[in-house]
């Protein structure tokens, strides 16, 4: 059975980092084909893609945002980390991490984990 | 960025119609085309992958379509548990874009 959660601060001060980690069961992101994304989704509005790493340490970042975010991964402690910088308050979401894989070519998030709210304020 | 358009932005229904909700996607991403529907407070639950690959345990109620830049998730015989927003994702390039969602609310 595999299932992630997510864990970090749900209030971050405007200009500090965010450091969110997603720990996870039931899989390794040592398997070939495996992944792991960030998701994120401001209140009432839609979901919104930031960052992949996967199984061989490759990773894909946001544009609009890679310049802000690092995602990177401890196999052993079946954890994934996210990190992003210069936190604003339009940073402002629920946070999802979630388990990815290929099928029949296309990449997709089978398992989500239950999100983690985190409000910037100062 | 490969532009994800969803329509419409929400629609209503009655339990028992056919729903047809569209994509459209800003280039072509062949089959790289998944659906999420996700109820409030909760986490996006994957529904169809590779446009028309039911996801495991997914009522065969939901089926998916299209290629290149237009794809379209029907939903027959709609049910009370479908009411939801519905969201769909490319693969194909990066970032993996979402559409702007789809609200399917109650008539």
């Known amino acids: 059975q595999i299932t992630l959660k997510e864990s970090g601060p749900t209030l971050v001060k405007p200009t500090q980092t965010l450091t969110l980690t997603c720990t996870f069961s039931?899989?390794?992101?040592?398997?070939?084909?495996?992944?792991v994304g960030w998701i994120r989704q401001p209140p009432g509005k839609a979901l919104e893609w930031l960052a992949l790493?996967?199984?061989?340490?490759?990773?894909r970042y946001s544009p609009s945002l890679k310049s802000r975010l690092t995602i990177t991964k401890d196999t052993s402690k079946n954890q994934v980390v996210l990190r992003m910088t210069n936190i604003d308050p339009v940073d402002t979401a629920t946070y999802y991490c979630?388990?990815?894989?290929?099928?029949?070519?296309?990449?997709?998030?089978?398992?989500w984990g239950q999100g983690t709210l985190v409000t910037v304020s100062s | 960025d490969i532009q994800m358009t969803q329509s419409p932005s929400s629609l209503s229904a009655s339990v028992g119609d056919r729903v047809t909700i569209t994509c459209r996607a800003s280039?072509?991403?062949?089959?790289?085309l998944n659906w999420y529907q996700q109820k409030p407070g909760k986490a996006p639950n994957l529904l169809i992958y590779?446009?028309?690959s039911l996801q495991s345990g997914v009522p065969s109620r939901f089926s998916g379509s299209g290629s290149g830049t237009d794809f379209t998730l029907t939903i027959s015989n709609l049910q009370p548990e479908d009411f939801a927003t519905y969201y769909c994702?490319?693969?194909?390039?990066?970032?993996?874009?979402f559409g702007q969602g789809t609200k399917v609310e109650i008539k």
């Open positions: 979630a388990h990815g894989q290929y099928g029949s070519g296309s990449f997709y998030f089978d398992y």
């Open positions: 039931g899989f390794s992101l040592g398997t070939s084909e495996v992944g």
């Open positions: 790493i996967y199984w061989d340490d490759d990773n």
């Open positions: 280039q072509s991403i062949s089959s790289y």
């Open positions: 590779a446009v028309s």
């Open positions: 994702q490319q693969s194909y390039g990066n970032p993996r874009t």
